[in-house]
């Protein structure tokens, strides 16, 4: 089983949706990243958490520390929003990822 | 730069041959990472310099792989005798400390071995 689980592995959502994004993990961890990856490798920082909740623009960020698990929420999806979304945990210095959510927002 | 900068973007090796990638972090950043990331997987860590040191290679899958560091800026990522399953983009990472503080990705180099 693999340190960092993401659900869906594949989202398909029409323009205005929300959508959200989940990640478990099952390892201590001293912060969370998401990160989105286009097509062509460039990986992005969105947001880095270690407690509660970000927004930034259409995007919100959580993390429950106790139950291991934080979401990310994008509202009014665009199609510029498709992207591949990755949750990557912070253990012992080195960042491990999650499969990455593929998302595609059609107009 | 402004931005961490990998090169080569592309490279297309026969396998058995060598080949070194390159990684500009942002200059100031302390920590630097290296990253493989196979089609349709997420990236896997490979090793971890702080500085010109390299704090952690347990990620390096054989010994054909290694990576320096040695004025604590460029780093360079050398395959040895490459074989076809080393196929991958390459991911290098930087941040300002450790990756507590925001990671800042290059464009990957993607490795073709043929």
């Known amino acids: 089983k693999n340190e960092v689980e993401q659900s869906p592995q594949n989202l398909t959502a029409q323009e205005g949706e929300f959508i959200t994004i989940n990640c478990s993990y099952s390892?201590?961890?001293?912060?969370l990243h998401w990160l989105q990856q286009h097509p062509g490798g460039g990986i992005v920082s969105l947001f880095m958490?270690?407690?509660g909740k970000k927004k930034h623009g259409r995007l919100i960020a959580t993390i429950n520390i106790q139950e291991k698990h934080s979401s990310l929420h994008i509202t009014a999806s665009h199609p510029r929003d498709s992207a591949v979304y990755i949750c990557?945990?912070?253990?012992?210095?080195?960042?491990?990822f999650g499969q990455g959510t593929r998302l595609t927002i059609n107009p | 730069g402004a931005g961490v900068s990998q090169s080569p973007r592309y490279k297309v090796a026969k396998r058995g041959q060598d080949v070194a990638l390159r990684c500009d972090p942002i200059?100031?950043?302390?920590?630097l990472f290296w990253y493989q990331q196979a089609l349709g997987q997420g990236p896997e860590f490979l090793t971890y310099?702080?500085?010109?040191?390299?704090?952690?290679k347990s990620g390096l899958p054989s010994d054909r792989f290694f990576a320096e560091r040695p004025e604590g800026s460029v780093s360079t990522l050398k395959i040895q005798r490459t074989q076809q399953e080393d196929s991958a983009v390459y991911l290098c990472?930087?941040?300002?400390?450790?990756?507590?503080?925001?990671?800042?990705f290059g464009q990957g180099t993607r490795l073709t071995v043929v």
């Open positions: 990472a930087s941040s300002l400390r450790a990756p507590n503080t925001e990671a800042f």
């Open positions: 390892v201590g961890i001293s912060a």
């Open positions: 958490l270690s407690s």
């Open positions: 990557a945990v912070v253990k012992a210095q080195k960042l491990v």
């Open positions: 200059s100031g950043h302390v920590s």
């Open positions: 310099f702080q500085n010109e040191a390299q704090l952690d």
